[in-house]
């Protein structure tokens, strides 16, 4: 039944396919999922080359103590627009361009479930980015109170203040209509004998996601919109003079903000358990543990949202509960990098790019998770919270974390998408840059912040100037190093050497059973069941 | 504790070991690498199980990353290494490891909880300051006692940090950690702070007493420490939840003077103020 609806789709296709679109209305109009997979990523790259720009403004006025550049507000403006750029702009899009891409072939079906949703919800993006980024331009300048929007700071903003608002619920419904298109695609659109435990852990990792964003999007809106109406509307949610409770809106605000945060990193697990197994020659070890351990991550991350706020005054038996459901994570979380490990054992090993960034991942990850059960633990906590080692740990699982497994996957699917083999020994040193900088820039933020520097900071006691201007360093090295990224795939699309279905010799999975690049509507006919025996993960 | 002699055993092996990269102060610049063990039972607690999950995560880290290197290194496919593809699944091993990860955590979780226990035991405190948080500086307020004062950053961080001031930072004593009016507590005494906001959101934290909470408008938080009393002196501290424009100014310092120092200094400073405010001209009555 699931497929004799995709050959509905498939027929309503066929009919545009004697003359695929061409020049602005293949864009604009664009319904293909690999167009929007390539909009979308070409827009998270943008984004996340504005963002790191912030960034590396913001390590320009770190480097010395004193303030040689920004006024301190400005300066709060660069920590907020870096974070929501960066989360909601580079990194969410990013996955869902990747999602739009992989998904449909990786399940065996023509396109996406609903293409002109699609549609929508990539050209919601360009307007709500307009609307964030304009915001560097109004009275009072760009939002300044954190991505994290607490009151009664963030009602104090000016101008942007609902600018942010809106664009935020701009980009909700894009995420929400595109993890509904996610949903429907992965449970309708799977060919005949795909079933859900033979999906690649890619798909599965992104089915899980796309329900935790559905859950938790509306919750993030909600609490904005409880601002809106704080702020021009009279009513005090937050406002403790009329009754109301500015802590409400961390618990609120943290409860979507958890399962954010592992909705940027699920998918990234997803891509290294594709990348590991391929360039190990050897299947992922323990596929179905993989498949429960991101269930129960996913489950458990609507269970420890207080631990972002230890420092506002809980009861005991609250303190406690948090306490151990956040070190419950460190459980599924060590049987993924078991797992990892475990594929890497007794197979035969080689070290292209995507495999790189993919290990890198793996040691740096791993030292975020670690920084991770420390913040769990409520009394050090105390310490920990707001400081330095706050950054370094959430940029771990962050940059080498999320970042890197995004660009993990873009070297590993790049020959498949271009039809072309990139110069890997560019991609190489991208890697090894990235890897050295990346360390140089966030290593150090962990001894800052044990010896008692505040985050959001743009200034700081003088002690802290040494590892500062490393950190510094790191950040404008790292930044640098990223513009290879875009030479890379320019270089590719126009010098690459044209390769077969299967780039790399230890790949499995449906995408590399299509010709590189892969026709327009990917699988016009379900593949085979010899196909789906060929191509099986596991 | 076995894990505690352990832990000191090898960190005084670390402290061993700085030194020979580079001439090193633990208490500045390039030797600033960890939490200090502070100057109450409190932060020495926290210290004590901060090391001890460190060193847990620095040995689970030796493992796993022992195993994966060692894989990276012995079954590279240009060492002829050939590919094992039967081994996908073994469940003794899976249960293994997912169990064992249980009994450390367990191992964390239990002196973590006790420690718990004891920040929030806020009873027989016997001086009690009220702290406001307010955009950009602190209030005091020795309830008790009807000594009140504010406490903001020193005016000369304050000239050096003006945006190209053209003063330099280190020229300046304990730059963007110095206030005009310190917090002034007796050592060895059990102070407990009741913390609010005047405006927004901010928290108060001294790094070597071991704990930070948050002041909040509306809510009175509580938190209480007890300073060793051989450790009088200065402790510094910031702001640590972002409150607007000037949150990277405005410093917490605390005086930490012994019972005595502390007796008189109230004294004098309660009747300073009590004659400051008779012979002021009458006030029109507060509306805040």
Known sequence: MAYAHAAGAHDDLAAHDSHKPHGWRRWVYATNHKDIGTMYLIFAGLMFFIGGFLAMLIRLELFKPGLQFFDPLFFNSLTTMHALIMIFGAVMPAWTGLANWQIPMQVGAPDMALPRLNNFSFWILPFAFLLLLSTFFVPGGAPAGGWTMYPPLMLQGGAAFPMTIFAIHLMGASSILGSMNVIVTILNMRAPGMTLLRMPLFVWSWLITAYLLIAVMPVLAGAVTMLLTDHFFGTTFFTAAGGGDPVMFQHIFWFFGHPEVYILILPAFGIVSEIIPTFSRKPIFGYEAMVYAIASIAFLSFIVWAHHMFTVGMPLAGQLFFMLTTMLIAIPTGVKVFNWCATLWKGSITFEPPMLFALAFLFLFSIGGFSGVMLAIVPADFQYQDTYFVVAHFHYVLVPGTIFAIIGGVYYWLPKWTGKMYDQTLGKWHFWLSTIFVNVLFFPQHFLGLAGMPRRIPDYAVQFTDWNMVSSIGGFGFGLSQLLFPYLIWKCIKHGTPIGNRAWEGAHGLEWELPSPPPFHSWETPPSEAVLAHAAVH | ?288
């Open chain 2, 1 to 288: 504790m076995m894990i505690r002699y352990a832990n000191s055993k090898l960190a005084a092996a670390a402290a061993a070991l700085l030194p020979l990269a580079a001439p090193v102060r633990a208490d500045d610049g390039w030797g600033l690498l960890n939490m200090t063990p502070g100057v109450t039972d409190i932060s020495r607690k926290i210290y004590d199980l901060h090391m001890e999950v460190f060193w847990i995560c620095v040995g689970i880290a030796v493992v796993v990353f022992g195993w994966m290197i060692w894989s990276l290194i012995a079954f590279r496919k240009s060492k002829g290494a050939v590919a094992d593809t039967t081994l996908v699944h073994n469940t003794r091993v899976e249960i293994i490891w997912t169990a064992l990860p249980v009994f450390i955590l367990i191992a964390m979780a239990v002196p973590a909880a006790r420690t718990l226990v004891a920040i929030e035991d806020t009873r027989n405190t016997e001086l009690t300051i009220k702290v406001t948080g307010f955009q950009w500086g602190w209030n005091y307020d020795y309830l008790d006692d009807g000594v009140n004062f504010f406490s903001r950053l020193d005016r000369a961080s304050d000239a050096a940090r003006q945006l190209l001031s053209g003063i330099d930072p280190t020229t300046v004593p304990n730059y963007l950690l110095s206030v005009d009016h310190p917090l002034i507590v007796p050592a060895g005494v059990k102070v407990r702070l009741l913390i609010t906001g005047a405006d927004v959101i901010h928290s108060w934290w001294i790094p070597a007493f071991g704990l930070k909470k948050d002041a909040i408008p509306g809510f009175i938080n509580e938190l209480w420490f007890r300073v060793d009393p051989d450790k009088t002196g200065i402790y510094r501290g910031q702001c640590v939840e972002l409150c607007g424009r000037d949150h990277g100014f405005m410093p917490i310092v605390v005086d930490v003077r012994s019972k005595a120092d502390f007796s008189a200094w109230l004294k004098t400073t309660a009747a300073q103020q009590k004659q400051a405010a008779a012979s002021a001209p009458a006030a029109t009555p507060a509306t805040g």
